[in-house]
């Protein structure tokens, strides 16, 4: 049980950072819930108080420094500690040929997936090392660590690799504070993501492979659950997980041992 937590979860408006909110409270954990849509955040802070938990909705942009200074400092004054960072907020942007894709479009999902990161460590850092027994938790993907025949999705992956490397840097500059840092990777999970991707020609960056049994092995093929990766992402922050630090958990039913 976290009953005696204060966790936050960017992105938690739906999909994977709404299940991780959920999961935390019924583990009993105060959750703020972080996202650009505030009635997103504030349903999903109702649901956790449906639970018997507290919930707090924040609204703010992860890539807006000024906007994350003002929801931290909400948390912060509300709470006066934090002991669980999820930073989950990320967009799959624009899938396209390196040719075709425009600066402006890979700059976009740079700013949120990897400047977003950096902005919620940044600020919120000060207030984990406070508390006993830290923990973050970053929300990257089996795409730039273990899988790359995603086409086009050269600006996402290359996100979510770096994402993986500032969990390893992370892990020993913050372990002497007594805080964890893990990269948590889903495979293809059934999630709103894939209605806010656009992609454009993707067949010219394609090399063409088919899977006639799925390539999802152990659900013979279905997306994940969001749930399936809210597990995980609170056994990361449990006390159960205190020794482990610094890895990539790859929660995608063998997807990337495939593909
Ligand atoms: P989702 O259902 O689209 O949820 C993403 C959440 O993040 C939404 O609440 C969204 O709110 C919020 N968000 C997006 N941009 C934001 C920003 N700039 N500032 C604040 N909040 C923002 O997607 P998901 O599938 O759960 O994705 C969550 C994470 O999992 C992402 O980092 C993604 O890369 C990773 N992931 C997903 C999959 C998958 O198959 N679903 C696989 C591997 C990794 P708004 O809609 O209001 O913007």
């Not at 409270?25 to 956790?48: F, M, N």
């Not at 000060?126 to 006993?132: E, Q, T, V």
Request: charged residues 20%; hydrophobic residues 45%.
């Amino acid at each position: 049980m976290l009953h005696d937590k204060v966790v936050l979860v960017t992105g938690a408006g739906s999909g994977i950072g709404r299940a991780s909110a959920l999961a935390f409270a019924r583990q009993g954990a105060t959750v703020a819930v972080l996202s650009r849509t505030g009635d997103e955040v504030s349903r999903v802070a109702e649901e956790i108080q449906g639970l018997g938990a507290r919930g707090v909705p924040l609204v703010a942009d992860v890539a807006d420094e000024g906007l994350m200074r003002k929801a931290i400092a909400t948390l912060a004054d509300s709470f006066g500690r934090l002991d669980v960072v999820v930073a989950n907020a990320g967009i799959n942007g624009v899938w396209a040929p390196i040719d075709e894709l425009q600066p402006a479009e890979w700059d976009r999902t740079i700013e949120v997936n990897l400047r977003g990161t950096y902005l919620t460590l940044h600020l919120t850092v000060p207030l984990l090392r406070k508390s006993a027994a830290g923990a973050i938790v970053i929300i990257s993907s089996i795409n730039g660590t273990r899988t790359f025949t995603t086409a086009g999705a050269v600006a996402y992956s290359a996100t979510k690799a770096a994402q993986l490397a500032m969990a390893q840097q992370l892990a020993l500059e913050l372990g002497k504070d007594g805080i964890t840092v893990n990269a948590l990777c889903p495979g293809a999970i059934d999630t709103e993501i894939d209605q806010n991707t656009e992609r454009r020609h993707t067949e010219d960056a394609a090399i063409p492979v088919i899977w006639p049994e799925g390539d999802i092995p152990v659900t013979h093929g279905k997306p994940g659950l969001p749930e399936d990766v809210a597990d995980a992402v609170v056994f990361l922050a449990s006390p159960a997980a205190r020794h482990i630090t610094g890895i990539p958990l790859w929660v995608d039913g063998g997807q990337s041992l495939l593909r």
